[in-house]
């Protein structure tokens, strides 16, 4: 955000113009002139995606990499950081956060934590609720002896109650590292423009090297079964059409949208749908697949296979739900 300051100190005024990111500017000021002062700001707000990103935490081995690629994120979306724990607070285990939380450098960013004691997907969702959160970040199930993925009924229930975007990763590193291929479901739903909007500008913030937007012609098989008595042009041109009005559908979302940075490849499936998602992202190695609430499903949708189980069930990558 850009801001315009007043500094007092004890023998010396300056006016000032800095880039205010978690204060920075500001603590850079005060070792560089040893003394005490007071800031007066006047403060022009950038627009961000998240300010505030919260993360929950329990006391596991991937603890650490959960906050050190949660901290890449605050860094990256100039957010505050809510720490939420559910479970008895003790002297033994604040003091092992506080060790962790030096460790990863957490003491030099906005941070708050928050204890609660209950039901872990209730307190959760009160505390977002509370603070305001605009994107919790959650850590995925590994399975045992094989390299998959899934999230634990906790974990589906956060997602589908939350009111806030939920970021689900699968396997965090204490190495942070960005986001480089992402898949956006592009799928004909309520919710789809929202997504693609969304997405686009999260894979701005990130740089994505490679942006891939998966969209799927529903009822494919039936549609084609029914033109099957037709001739072989006709069946072709039915397919090519099929195929190109999916295309411009994604097109005239994005003719409004700012794409600036983005390389854009628009793909288009006819199977089934959690399915070809699970399996193109699988397939070009993606780092992050985008997805919308399932609350922006329709009653006729919920009757096939358009639900996030599939998705959350085997987890090709880290996921993101856009509320």
Known sequence: ???????????????????????????????????????????????????????????????EALISETKRLVLLFQSELILIHIGKKTDELEAKLDEILLKTGLENIPTKLIWKEGKPTK?????????????LVVGALKREKILTYYMGSVGRKV????????????????????????V?????????????????????????????????????????????EKSEDEVSYIRRKLVQDE???????????????????IKVTAGKWAVELVRYCESINADLLIMGDERGYTFIDRLFPH????????LPCNLLIIK
């Open 1 to 63: 955000m850009s801001c315009v300051g007043t500094c007092f100190c004890e023998k010396l005024t300056l006016f000032f113009w800095f880039d205010l990111v978690h204060n920075q500017t500001v603590r850079l000021f005060k070792i560089a002139c040893g003394v005490k002062f007071y800031v007066l700001l006047s403060i022009q707000y950038s627009s961000s995606m998240y300010q505030k990103i919260a993360l929950a935490i329990a006391f596991s081995p991937r603890m």
């Open 123 to 135: 307190k959760i969702i009160e505390a977002c609720r509370e603070e305001d959160a605009d994107l």
């Open 159 to 182: 997602i589908r109650k939350s009111k806030c975007s939920v970021l689900t990763l699968i396997n965090p590193s204490v190495i942070a590292k960005k986001f480089s291929k992402m």
């Open 184 to 228: 956006i479901n592009g799928t004909q739903l309520e919710v789809t423009p929202r997504v693609i909007s969304e997405g686009l500008k999260f894979c701005q913030v990130e740089q994505a090297s490679q942006v891939h937007i998966l969209n799927e012609i529903k009822m494919y098989g039936l549609r084609m079964a029914t033109a099957s």
């Open 247 to 265: 295309i411009k559908y994604v097109e005239d979302i994005l003719a409004n949208l700012d794409q600036t940075g983005l390389k854009i490849n």
């Open 307 to 314: 639900d996030l189980e599939e998705v959350l069930t085997e």
